[in-house]
């Protein structure tokens, strides 16, 4: 059984940063993208950041703002968000595609304040 476990969020100034972490275990070998979702009440999930083959993308909002990197031998893929806003707020989600399934992690809260 594949568990994921998410970390790193908190309450922030506008301009400061954090730093997720979403580790995972089980059978995880055979992932071929990791990404970075977030969501607002009322809104719909965004990809934020996702990596695949080591090459990074990233919804335009974040771009230059934020960078996903990952640790294959720690099993952990990572967003680093500098410079937050307001607009960043929200529960972020790491997922982790494999070959035999889709996994996400339970979600944590970043609320950025003005």
């Known amino acids: 059984q594949v568990q994921v476990v998410e970390s790193g969020g908190g309450l922030v100034q506008s301009g400061g940063s954090l730093r997720l972490s979403c580790a995972a275990s089980?059978?995880?070998?055979?992932?071929?993208?990791l990404g970075w979702y977030r969501q607002s009440p009322g809104k719909q999930r965004e990809l934020v950041a996702d990596i695949s083959g080591g090459h990074p993308n990233y919804v335009h909002s974040v771009k230059g703002r934020f960078t996903i990197s990952e640790d294959t031998a720690k099993n952990t893929v990572y967003l680093q968000m500098n410079s937050l806003k307001p607009e960043d707020t929200a529960i972020y989600y790491c997922?982790?595609?494999?070959?035999?399934?889709?996994?996400w992690g339970q979600g944590t809260q970043v609320t950025v304040s003005s």
């Open positions: 089980g059978n995880i070998n055979s992932t071929y993208r």
């Open positions: 997922n982790w595609k494999t070959l035999f399934g889709i996994y």
